[in-house]
């Protein structure tokens, strides 16, 4: 497969999760709340998080803004059901680190390795990173701490 259709395919996962996101919502209950924005685009993002004993059992998010910064919260959200706090955190630091173009995700976690395009534009990565940043606020703050407002990437 050629780069550009590579690229052409990326691109086509993205607009098919901005169009049809499969974890928009909110989790019932809500153990975590968090809002996150990104004044460069103007996108916005309410993650919200059902923990049981540190494992994630669901993840939903709500919000407006672009495709990139949508389809990032939905394969986000995919994801890390399932996954325990530190797994999450450290998903957090491999997303920003692919970003730069540092790393990739592994097999089992392949489906994000389609937001590996975005690194090559680089007004666009604060796009892909809000939804990651919002969730490591979100997973930073205690079970009963008042959410801290918006988190601003910039
Ligand atoms: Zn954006």
Request: neutral net charge; contains cysteine.
């Amino acid at each position: 497969m050629s780069l550009d259709n590579l690229r052409d395919l990326y691109q086509q996962v993205i607009l098919e999760r901005y169009k049809k996101p499969r974890n928009k919502g909110t989790t019932n209950p809500v153990d975590r709340y968090q809002k996150g924005h990104n004044p460069s685009c103007g996108d916005t993002i309410e993650l919200t998080l059902h923990l049981v004993d540190d494992r994630i059992q669901d993840v939903k998010f709500e919000g407006e803004g672009c495709a990139i910064a949508m389809a990032s919260a939905d394969l986000m959200a995919e994801a890390l059901k399932g996954k325990t706090a530190t797994d999450a955190l450290e998903m957090v630091q491999r997303f920003q680190a692919m970003m730069k173009g540092e790393a990739e995700f592994p097999q089992e976690l392949r489906k994000l390795n389609v937001m590996q395009g975005v690194a090559q534009f680089p007004v666009r990565i604060k796009c892909a990173n809000l939804s990651w940043h919002t969730l490591k606020a979100a997973l930073e703050l205690s079970a009963n701490a008042q959410p801290a407002g918006f988190v601003s990437n910039e």
